[in-house]
T-cell receptor
């Protein structure tokens, strides 16, 4: 069965500093990989996604993520965080087997705190 | 184009009561999903539908039933609510057709917060 691990439950970063959120996955086939962000009391907003091609993908709000097959990782990065980036971040793996099981498996999330 | 909408936004139930959560999407998506979100657990898939008239179980289906009578609507029912079903429920949909990544991307509703006393 597929699984997603986000090792950091909380991360605190100073405003203007760089950010990296870690995500490791376990999946038998080529994964569809996603990063979503959730602000308090809100729904989920898609930041970026990957399936194939260039392993460095660009997303919204200045975020990027790099897929490393050898490490089964899909880490999210931002060169300079803003106070408005404070939120919960979820990594997810999509399993779409064309007639079999379907859906997203989420990590448990990383809570990002921005220090002034 | 409202995207994915959920009704109601918030509800309080007593143990044993029943209710139905409604999810509607106006994007003509084939696939629809129900997830629940609990603190420290991320989101977990309850049920999903790959098309009108079809439903399937996800990771945590017990205590829930679903129906997809119309393509644009996906209903989640609780026949006899339990305190363990206190959660935030999210609906999502995806196209299922078209080029890769676009067809596989799920779009989420704003959520329904449910409290079972």
């Amino acid at each position: 069965a597929q699984s997603v691990t986000q090792p950091d439950i909380h991360i605190t970063v100073s405003e203007g500093a760089s950010l990296e959120l870690r995500c490791n996955y376990s999946y038998g086939a080529t994964p569809y990989l996603f990063w979503y962000v959730q602000s308090p009391g809100q729904g989920l907003q898609l930041l970026l996604k990957y399936f194939s091609g260039d392993t460095l993908v660009q997303g919204i709000k200045g975020f990027e993520a790099e897929f490393k097959r050898s490490q089964s990782s899909f880490n999210l990065r931002k060169p300079s965080v803003h106070w408005s980036d404070a939120a919960e971040y979820f990594c997810a793996v999509g399993f779409y087997s064309g007639g079999g099981a379907d859906g997203l498996t989420f990590g448990k999330g990383t809570h990002l705190i921005i220090q002034p | 184009n409202a995207g994915v909408t959920q009704t109601p936004k918030f509800r309080v139930l007593k143990t044993g009561q029943s209710m139905t959560l409604l999810c509607a999407q106006d994007m003509n998506h084939e696939y629809m999903y129900w997830y629940r979100q609990d603190p420290g657990m991320g989101l977990r898939l309850i049920h999903y539908s790959v098309g009108e008239g079809t439903t399937a179980k996800g990771e945590v289906p017990d205590g829930y039933n679903v129906s997809r009578l119309k393509k644009q609507n996906f209903l989640l029912g609780l026949e006899s609510a339990a305190p363990s079903q206190t959660s935030v429920y999210f609906c999502a949909s995806r196209p299922g057709q078209g080029e890769n990544l676009k067809k596989e991307t799920q779009y989420f509703g704003p959520g329904t917060r449910l409290l079972v006393l």
